[in-house]
C-alpha cells in the first residue's frame, strides 16, 4: 500500500508541515518460503515500495526508510518502510488525496510516527497529540465536506423554488375541480407552488450563504 500522509505538526512558534511516504506490505508464511530470504526480499519490496509512493521526491529516494516488523500468529510477516520529508509540493500533493477506511489506518500510524521522532512526546503525551490530529487535518476535511453541503442544498432550493414560482395553472373554461380530477390536482399543486416557492428561495439562499461562511472559517481556521 503505497501512500504519502500529510502530518501537521501544530506546536509553537509555527505549525511544521510534513508528509510520510510510506509503503506496507504483508507476506504470507507461502510467500515468504518462496525467496531463499524471505524476510529480505519483503524489506527490499517495502523499500522499493516507498521510492514509488513519491517518485519525485529526493528524501523517498536517497533516505533509508525506518523499517516497522510484525510477525503474525499464521507465520505471515507485514512490514511498513517510512521516510519523512518536509517538501512543499508533497505535503500539498497529499492533502489532496482522500484516505479511505484502510488507508485512513496507516495515515493515523504515519501521524503517530512523525509525533514520536519529532516531539520526543512522554508517557501519556501522544495520547493528546493524537486527538488534536483527529480532531486537525481529517476533521477540518470533513467540515469543508459539510460546508459545501449546505452550498449544493442551498443551491437546490433555490432552483426549486425558481421552478415553482414559474408554475401557474389556468382551469380550463367549463372545468370544475368538483367533477374533474386532474384540475382539482392541478390547482392544489399550483397553491402550493404559490405558498412554498418564496420561503424555498429564501432558505436556499440563506444555506448558501452560510456554506460559504462557514468554508470561509474552516479555511482560515489553523
Known sequence: MPLNVPVTLTTPPIDRRYTVHTERQRWSAEQLATEPDGRAALETAVREGVRKAAS???YAQLTEPDIDVAQHPDGSV???????CDEADCHAAAQRHHFDAAESIEAKAAAEWVAQRELDFAPGELAVYQERVRTGYYDKRQQRRASIGFVLVGVLCVAAGGAMGQYDYTKPKGASPGTDFTVWIAQNVDSLCNHVAF????????????????????????
Not at 199 to 215: D, I, M, S
Request: charged share 5%; with cysteine; hydrophobic share 55%.
Open 199 to 222: 420561503p424555498a428561495v429564501v432558505a436556499g439562499t440563506l444555506l448558501v450563504l452560510f456554506g460559504f461562511a462557514r468554508l470561509a472559517i474552516t479555511n482560515n481556521t489553523n
Open 78 to 84: 507485514t512490514m511498513t518502510g517510512r521516510v519523512m
Open 56 to 58: 519525485t521526491c529526493a
